[in-house]
């Protein structure tokens, strides 16, 4: 009887580890979304501009969480609902903002999460005028942003430049400095600003060409007389790189004029003493031109 007995026990005890194992492990309990932060655009707020809530959140088991936001000025509610955006009309100059929030995943609710407040800007800055200087421009020249845009002192402008309408990489300061990039004559520049609240609205400036610029005289030159024969040597180049034409304005009768040297020269006659007068022009196919030269005493030789 006692065999009997203990076979009995031994079964049952059996049969509840398989009906334990049979029911598995329990589930785990649902989790509530975890709210990390929420953050205002623009923030500042700007008057009569939309403004977003964005809420940084985490669901442990990736559910779909949906959100109630009540918005609030001055302490007043003023929009509730699903919306994370409130109206520009609602965003008034001189107020100030905060939102309410609830979250719920199906299973979990969490309710009334505030958010910081966020002042609004009494005015929302405009740009009024953008422009350049100087308008024309050499290849070294430096060209410099002026910009005309009210109630914008704490605004933070972005610049981008171009060259005859394609973007010059790497320019994006308030000044550009035409030396350090490879430009030509006739190149027109302009550039584009836009506000840090608003860094899709890009303001366009007035135009800076590059203008043809006067041949440059390097040296005033020297005179000398050797043999009987007088001398003036000059340098002049062009910055543009442009093919320069050399006339003799004025000079003593029977001079001539060196155009690949450079140079004046005059057979002294026989017992001449006095001054002349050199005059040279240079001059670049577009008339822009550079002239030198001067009075010089001849003493007999």
């Given at each position: 009887m006692?065999?009997?007995?203990?076979?009995?026990?031994?079964?049952?005890?059996?049969?509840?580890?398989?009906?334990?194992?049979?029911?598995?492990?329990?589930?785990?309990?649902?989790?509530?979304?975890?709210?990390y932060?929420?953050?205002?655009s623009p923030?500042?707020?700007i008057?009569?501009?939309?403004?977003?809530?964005?809420?940084?959140?985490?669901?442990?088991?990736?559910?779909?969480?949906?959100?109630?936001?009540r918005?609030?000025?001055?302490?007043?509610?003023?929009?509730?609902?699903?919306?994370?955006?409130?109206?520009a009309?609602?965003?008034?100059?001189?107020?100030?903002?905060?939102?309410?929030?609830?979250?719920?995943?199906?299973?979990?609710?969490?309710?009334?999460?505030?958010?910081?407040?966020?002042?609004?800007?009494?005015?929302?800055?405009?740009?009024?005028?953008?422009?350049?200087?100087?308008e024309?421009a050499?290849?070294?020249?430096?060209?410099?942003?002026?910009?005309d845009c009210?109630?914008?002192?704490?605004?933070?402008?972005?610049?981008?430049?171009?060259?005859?309408?394609?973007?010059?990489?790497?320019?994006e300061?308030?000044?550009l400095?035409?030396?350090?990039?490879?430009?030509?004559?006739?190149?027109?520049?302009?550039?584009?600003?836009?506000?840090?609240?608003?860094?899709?609205?890009?303001?366009?400036?007035?135009?800076?060409?590059?203008?043809?610029?006067h041949?440059?005289?390097?040296?005033?030159?020297?005179?000398?007389?050797?043999?009987?024969?007088f001398?003036?040597?000059?340098?002049?180049k062009?910055?543009?790189?442009?093919?320069?034409?050399?006339?003799?304005?004025?000079?003593?009768?029977?001079?001539?004029?060196?155009?690949?040297?450079?140079?004046?020269?005059?057979?002294?006659?026989?017992?001449?003493?006095?001054?002349?007068?050199?005059?040279?022009?240079?001059?670049?196919?577009?008339?822009?031109?550079?002239?030198?030269?001067?009075?010089?005493n001849?003493?007999?030789?």
């Amino acid at each position: 009887m006692k065999i009997k007995n203990s076979a009995l026990i031994i079964f049952l005890l059996a049969l509840s580890v398989i009906i334990i194992d049979c029911r598995g492990k329990p589930e785990p309990k649902n989790r509530p979304p975890k709210i990390y932060k929420m953050s205002f655009s623009p923030s500042p707020a700007i008057a009569n501009q939309d403004l977003l809530v964005v809420v940084d959140f985490f669901d442990k088991e990736n559910d779909p969480v949906v959100f109630t936001y009540r918005w609030y000025r001055d302490g007043k509610l003023i929009k509730e609902g699903g919306s994370n955006s409130l109206e520009a009309k609602e965003v008034k100059p001189d107020s100030v903002i905060y939102v309410e929030l609830s979250a719920s995943d199906g299973v979990n609710k969490i309710d009334s999460i505030r958010s910081e407040e966020v002042s609004v800007k009494g005015v929302r800055p405009v740009i009024k005028r953008v422009w350049i200087t100087p308008e024309q421009a050499s290849k070294n020249s430096i060209l410099r942003v002026e910009i005309d845009c009210p109630d914008c002192e704490e605004v933070e402008f972005y610049y981008r430049w171009r060259v005859n309408n394609e973007l010059l990489e790497g320019a994006e300061g308030e000044e550009l400095s035409l030396s350090e990039h490879e430009l030509k004559k006739r190149d027109q520049i302009f550039v584009e600003v836009a506000m840090d609240f608003a860094p899709e609205t890009w303001y366009p400036s007035n135009f800076a060409v590059i203008v043809n610029q006067h041949p440059e005289v390097i040296d005033q030159g020297e005179s000398w007389v050797e043999d009987k024969v007088f001398y003036y040597q000059f340098r002049v180049k062009d910055p543009d790189g442009d093919r320069l034409n050399y006339e003799l304005v004025e000079a003593p009768r029977g001079a001539s004029l060196n155009q690949a040297k450079e140079m004046v020269s005059w057979t002294i006659p026989d017992g001449f003493e006095g001054e002349i007068k050199i005059l040279v022009r240079v001059k670049d196919p577009e008339g822009a031109f550079a002239e030198l030269g001067g009075s010089f005493n001849i003493k007999a030789q």
